[in-house]
């Protein structure tokens, strides 16, 4: 399997050995960067942040 992390149309990392460690790596660029989660997206990478990967506690009102 070939994993990868895609920003804009322009792949930043590749050959990433598993999705854990993917999830990780997008969580970092997020992080560091400075950006926003995809707005559509909001609640998905806010439960895997706060509840699979242990990161925080509040959870956003719906």
Known sequence: MNLAVVVE??????????????????FGLIYVLNLQYPKDLRYTFETVQKIFMGLGTDLSAR
């Open 9 to 26: 149309e322009t792949i930043i990392l590749q050959d990433l050995p598993d999705l854990p460690t993917a999830f990780g790596f997008v």
